[in-house]
């Protein structure tokens, strides 16, 4: 496979993600406008680590150790400076158990990484870092049409285990994200709009708390926690070991597929007017998105400096399809122009997407419940166009995801699971990214770009944001996150944590934190 650029990875996997690793702890808080965070690690004595060694069934990797650079290492490098005292690769429930108990004896901060792809960096410490990646199993029963798998199990095992079958579970679309970070914040990717959320397909899961105990928890058994967990983000209650999903059957019929793409700056802005209004009225069997980013200025100048593309999937024909993006169809000269029947695998296999190269990132959110005006989306692709860097390496790119109506508003209303935005019809996503080693100009261009498109759309959104896609930059963030949802979070958190043990600086509160 020839490598990757990070704009080319962005471009081919429409982010992919719609879904982080497990992120469920965090030591200090970390500042938003710089790429690196250095932060002293926890003074633990030598000691209180080789008891903690001695009790695990599975390998501590301690600073000086082999290993131990990548073992820390976030998926976004502007948290790259944010070491963890030691990295507790666990073997089993029991190690976690374990790790939470010393962690209580000796006052030491803790996280749990599964997938570890927190975009803001809430899988990081300076304390230590309870590693889940060897409980990644994923146990299919073909005939009930369900799943149990480990907490660190990520998109790929479940891709590995599911493809060509029957059954699949609805998930994102990136190959190395934790599914388990996914379902906790809700669980966004390709196939939600016709097959709802991954935690909408939750049906028990283990959690281990802070006072030692793994409870099983479902509709029937810690009930208020089982709510909390379907998209109320990790790193407030626990760390959840195992989950338990019920599968979707797969379409045997041939599905549709489209995508197409252009150039040029009034091209950007019509794409993603007529993609707005097209997702106004699709059907739930559309799953699509838009997206225009910052390209290197050629010979037609910066007005030609934005690549434009809308891609999806249609559960149904072609020419059901084709109808559907008629709109599109018409919009200036395309660059690419497929639109196909195929099967739903094979669909699948075009939308998954493998790690890009070490990159630091900003990806921040907005949720729409309404067709915004033609002029809103002409001045963002002016914004495009004016992008402060615009390479293979460093860009932004504005991404309309198509994901979030259909059935995801249709399965719940907003309380009846923790994930509160079931009434928006798109997640509007402005996205940065830069080289690891960049200097603070290139990320502090780039941040302030962000911002100023976030400025440009939150006059015409509700105040609402994707809770897998946190912003630090927010001042609100519990109520663009949670909404009426946040009071019954609390109460939980209160319940099951009262000492605040899991936490990071977006983490639920207790309710005398309030």
């Known amino acids: 496979m020839a490598e990757l650029t990070r704009r080319s990875f962005l471009r081919n996997s429409a982010l992919a993600a719609a879904g982080l690793g497990v992120s469920l702890g965090v030591g200090p808080g970390l500042t938003w406008n710089r790429v690196s965070y250095a932060h002293a690690q926890e003074s633990v004595p030598a000691s209180a680590l080789s008891d903690l060694r001695s009790r695990l069934s599975g390998q501590l990797i301690m600073p000086d150790d082999s290993g131990y650079a990548t073992a820390s290492a976030p998926a976004n490098g502007r948290y790259r400076k944010t070491l963890p005292v030691a990295v507790a690769r666990v073997a089993d429930e029991a190690d976690v158990v374990t790790c939470i108990n010393w962690c209580n004896e000796n006052g030491v901060p803790l996280v749990g990484r599964g997938g570890g792809h927190s975009y803001a960096g809430f899988s990081t410490t300076t304390g230590l870092m309870v ?23 990520l998109n790929n095992d479940y891709f590995i285990a599911t493809e060509n079958g029957p059954w699949f579970l609805p998930g994102g679309t990136c190959l190395g994200v934790g599914v388990g970070g996914l379902t906790l914040g809700g669980g966004i990717g390709y196939n939600a709009h016709w097959a709802g959320l991954t935690c909408d397909h939750m049906t028990a899961s283990h959690i281990a708390t802070a006072s030692g105990e793994i409870l ?6 810690n009930d ?20 338990s999903f019920n ?10 597929w489209y995508r197409f ?17 097209i997702l106004a009225t699709a059907p739930a069997a559309l799953n699509a998105v838009a997206m225009a980013e910052a390209i290197p200025v050629g010979d037609g100048g910066p007005n030609a400096a934005v690549h434009v593309m809308s891609r999806g999937q249609y559960i149904g024909p072609v020419d059901e399809l084709r109808d559907l993006v008629t709109p599109l169809l018409s919009i200036g000269t395309m660059t690419t122009q497929t639109l196909i029947e195929t099967m739903f695998w094979d ?14 990132f900003g990806d921040v959110s907005r949720y729409s419940s309404a067709v915004m005006p033609d002029q809103v989306y002409a001045d963002i692709a002016n914004l495009i166009a004016n992008c402060p860097s615009r390479s293979d390496d460093a860009n932004g790119s504005f991404w309309s995801l198509g994901w979030v109506g259909g059935e995801v508003m249709d399965k719940f209303s907003r309380t009846e699971t923790a994930y509160v935005h079931r009434n928006m019809l798109t997640l509007l996503r402005p996205t940065t990214v ?16 962000t911002e100023d498109v976030i400025k440009t759309i939150t006059p015409h959104t509700p105040n609402e944001s994707y809770q897998n896609f946190p912003n630090r930059s927010i001042d609100d963030w519990q109520e663009q996150y949670y909404g009426e949802n946040l009071q019954r979070l609390v109460d939980v958190k209160t319940r099951y944590d009262p000492t605040n043990l899991f ?4 983490s639920v509160p207790t309710r005398d934190m309030l």
Do not use: M, Y
């Open 434 to 449: 830069w080289p690891d080693d960049a200097p603070d100009s290139v990320s502090d261009g780039l941040n302030g770009w």
């Open 347 to 360: 669909t699948q296999r075009t939308i998954a997407t493998v790690e890009p190269p070490s990159h630091s």
């Open 224 to 243: 208020d926690l089982f709510w909390a967990c379907r998209g109320g983000a990790g790193g407030s209650f626990g760390i959840n070991t195992q989950f």
């Open 216 to 221: 099983d928890i479902d509709n029937a058994h």
């Open 247 to 256: 599968l979707v059957e797969v379409p045997t019929k041939p599905i549709s």
């Open 131 to 153: 590693d889940l990646r060897r409980l990644n199993s994923v146990v299919i029963d073909k005939k009930a049409g369900t799943v149990v798998c480990g907490g660190a199990a």
């Open 503 to 506: 936490n990071n600086p977006q």
């Open 261 to 277: 793409d252009w150039t040029g700056v009034d091209n950007a802005a019509a794409v993603l007017a007529a993609f707005d209004k």
